[in-house]
Protein backbone atom coordinates (compact mmCIF):
# COMPACT_ATOMS: atom_id res chain seq x y z
CA UNK A 1 0.00 0.00 0.00
CA UNK A 2 2.93 2.35 0.11
CA UNK A 3 2.73 2.81 -3.40
CA UNK A 4 -0.48 4.23 -3.18
CA UNK A 5 0.38 7.09 -0.96
CA UNK A 6 0.31 10.47 -2.52
CA UNK A 7 -0.04 9.71 -6.58
CA UNK A 8 -2.15 11.49 -8.99
CA UNK A 9 -2.89 10.15 -12.37
CA UNK A 10 -4.53 12.80 -14.88
CA UNK A 11 -5.25 12.33 -18.91
CA UNK A 12 -5.98 15.52 -20.18
CA UNK A 13 -5.26 18.46 -22.78
CA UNK A 14 -1.78 20.94 -22.18
CA UNK A 15 -3.10 24.69 -22.05
CA UNK A 16 0.11 26.21 -22.76
CA UNK A 17 3.86 24.93 -24.30
CA UNK A 18 5.64 23.98 -21.04
CA UNK A 19 8.05 27.28 -20.11
CA UNK A 20 11.45 25.42 -19.04
CA UNK A 21 14.24 27.15 -16.89
CA UNK A 22 17.57 26.03 -15.24
CA UNK A 23 18.40 26.81 -11.60
CA UNK A 24 21.24 27.67 -10.70
CA UNK A 25 22.81 24.46 -10.49
CA UNK A 26 21.94 23.77 -13.66
CA UNK A 27 18.52 21.39 -13.05
CA UNK A 28 16.06 21.53 -15.72
CA UNK A 29 12.32 22.45 -14.55
CA UNK A 30 9.26 22.51 -16.83
CA UNK A 31 6.30 23.94 -15.52
CA UNK A 32 2.51 23.49 -17.68
CA UNK A 33 -0.72 23.90 -17.18
CA UNK A 34 -3.15 20.51 -17.70
CA UNK A 35 -6.90 20.52 -18.51
CA UNK A 36 -9.50 18.06 -17.50
CA UNK A 37 -12.88 17.53 -17.98
CA UNK A 38 -15.70 16.52 -15.30
CA UNK A 39 -19.33 15.74 -16.61
CA UNK A 40 -22.05 15.75 -14.12
CA UNK A 41 -26.16 16.48 -13.68
CA UNK A 42 -26.61 19.06 -11.49
CA UNK A 43 -29.71 19.22 -9.14
CA UNK A 44 -31.72 20.73 -11.67
CA UNK A 45 -31.57 17.77 -14.33
CA UNK A 46 -28.96 20.07 -16.23
CA UNK A 47 -25.60 18.34 -17.46
CA UNK A 48 -22.43 20.46 -16.71
CA UNK A 49 -18.69 20.12 -18.08
CA UNK A 50 -16.69 21.71 -16.08
CA UNK A 51 -12.75 22.26 -16.81
CA UNK A 52 -10.20 21.92 -13.93
CA UNK A 53 -7.13 23.43 -14.76
CA UNK A 54 -3.80 21.21 -13.05
CA UNK A 55 -0.48 23.03 -12.69
CA UNK A 56 2.34 20.96 -13.29
CA UNK A 57 6.26 20.78 -12.66
CA UNK A 58 8.49 18.13 -14.20
CA UNK A 59 12.57 18.02 -13.41
CA UNK A 60 15.43 17.05 -15.61
CA UNK A 61 15.17 14.45 -17.79
CA UNK A 62 11.16 14.60 -18.18
CA UNK A 63 11.74 18.71 -18.48
CA UNK A 64 13.83 18.20 -21.58
CA UNK A 65 11.28 15.74 -22.90
CA UNK A 66 8.65 17.80 -22.23
CA UNK A 67 9.95 20.60 -24.12
CA UNK A 68 10.81 18.78 -27.19
CA UNK A 69 7.43 17.14 -27.74
CA UNK A 70 4.91 18.45 -25.29
CA UNK A 71 2.94 21.51 -27.80
CA UNK A 72 -0.35 23.49 -26.18
CA UNK A 73 -3.57 21.09 -27.08
CA UNK A 74 -0.88 18.23 -26.53
CA UNK A 75 -3.51 14.90 -25.02
CA UNK A 76 -1.36 13.37 -22.19
CA UNK A 77 -1.61 11.08 -19.59
CA UNK A 78 0.95 11.55 -16.61
CA UNK A 79 1.36 10.18 -13.03
CA UNK A 80 2.74 12.32 -10.43
CA UNK A 81 2.58 13.11 -6.89
CA UNK A 82 1.12 16.57 -4.74
CA UNK A 83 3.23 19.31 -3.98
CA UNK A 84 2.24 21.88 -1.66
CA UNK A 85 4.62 24.88 -0.94
CA UNK A 86 3.97 28.13 0.09
CA UNK A 87 6.15 31.84 -0.66
CA UNK A 88 5.41 35.49 0.38
CA UNK A 89 4.78 37.76 -2.91
CA UNK A 90 6.31 41.23 -3.44
CA UNK A 91 3.24 43.03 -1.06
CA UNK A 92 4.11 40.60 1.91
CA UNK A 93 1.39 37.84 1.68
CA UNK A 94 1.83 34.48 1.93
CA UNK A 95 0.90 32.54 -0.91
CA UNK A 96 0.10 28.68 -0.70
CA UNK A 97 0.69 26.43 -4.17
CA UNK A 98 -0.66 22.91 -4.50
CA UNK A 99 1.34 21.60 -7.69
CA UNK A 100 1.63 17.63 -9.33
CA UNK A 101 5.18 16.91 -10.37
CA UNK A 102 5.59 14.53 -12.62
CA UNK A 103 7.03 11.45 -12.37
CA UNK A 104 5.35 9.69 -15.46
CA UNK A 105 4.54 11.60 -18.40
CA UNK A 106 2.83 9.51 -21.85
CA UNK A 107 2.03 11.42 -24.88
CA UNK A 108 -1.14 10.58 -26.28
CA UNK A 109 -1.57 12.78 -29.58
CA UNK A 110 0.00 16.02 -30.70
CA UNK A 111 -1.43 19.37 -31.89
CA UNK A 112 0.04 22.15 -33.46
CA UNK A 113 0.26 25.38 -31.42
CA UNK A 114 -2.12 27.76 -32.54
Avoid at 69 to 84: C, D, F, P
Amino acid sequence: MQSLKNRVHLIGFLGNAPEIKKTENGKSLARFSLATNEKYTNAAGEKIKEVIWHNLIAWNSLAEIAENLLLKGSQVAIEGKLINRNYTDTEGVKRYVTEIQVIELLLLNSKASS
